[in-house]
């Protein structure tokens, strides 16, 4: 069955260093998004691509945050640098992306520990 | 950003118990979706209700769109050891062409006593 891959699945770092998480996608899916999972809330979407174009970035925090999708398939989700506020599960999720919306697949998640 | 309030935030129950949860939003929203999380992975997709008023079952699980387009319940009949996670309601507002912002309730966690 396809599923959304997630990598890594968990980070330790110290604030002020610089980490990347990377996604692929179902094959296929055209819409691709990163979300921000706090503890004990439900998860906020950060920015939505449309292939390899970003779509809604309003709720990125663009001062540390950055996101590419190159060839409008796998995507990397960038914080430089690190704050302690940061951590939180960070989960990729892809949809196949027409006009109609579609349902998004969640991959697993990469758990982030900001020390 | 948004939330929904989602209630209760947690619930214990018996096994064999029916289950009620339920979502409000002071927006309207075109989309209602009810999710489970399980521990340490992504959100699965269980029921979407596409129109106020539809009922829609999947399995045990039954879900309503409310007529006002601000409310939605999740119903779990018959509980089992395995509905144990944490159940998330979203809404999907209308948008810009394209834009697929999901608002999601902060949770409601299922603690299942076999």
């Known amino acids: 069955e396809a599923e959304v891959a997630q990598s890594p699945r968990y980070k330790i770092t110290e604030k002020s260093q610089a980490v990347a998480f990377w996604c692929d996608p179902i094959s296929g899916h055209a819409t691709l998004y990163w979300y921000r999972q706090i503890l004990g809330q439900g998860p906020e979407l950060l920015v939505q691509f449309q292939d390899e174009s970003v779509v809604d970035d309003s709720q990125l925090p663009k001062d540390r945050f950055s996101a590419e999708r190159l060839k409008g398939v796998d995507s990397t989700l960038k914080i430089q640098p690190a704050e302690l506020g940061d951590s939180a599960m960070y989960l990729c999720a892809s949809s196949l992306g027409t006009s109609d919306y579609n349902e998004q697949f969640f991959g697993p998640g990469t758990r982030l520990t900001v020390l | 950003g948004q939330q929904l309030n989602q209630s209760p935030q947690s619930m214990f129950i018996q096994e064999g118990e029916d289950v009620s949860m339920n979502c409000t939003s002071s927006s309207i929203f075109n989309t209602w979706l009810w999710y489970k999380q399980d521990p340490g992975e992504g959100p699965v997709l269980l029921i979407a209700?596409?129109?106020?008023?539809e009922l829609t079952s999947n399995g045990r699980l039954t879900a309503q769109f409310g007529i006002t387009r601000k409310d939605s319940f999740l119903n779990i009949s018959a509980s089992i050891p395995s509905d144990v996670g944490i159940y998330f309601c979203?809404?999907?507002?209308?948008?810009?062409?394209?834009?697929?912002?999901?608002?999601f309730g902060k949770g409601t966690k299922l603690s299942v006593i076999p």
């Open positions: 979203a809404g999907l507002p209308k948008l810009g062409a394209g834009s697929y912002q999901l608002t």
């Open positions: 209700l596409y129109k106020a008023g």
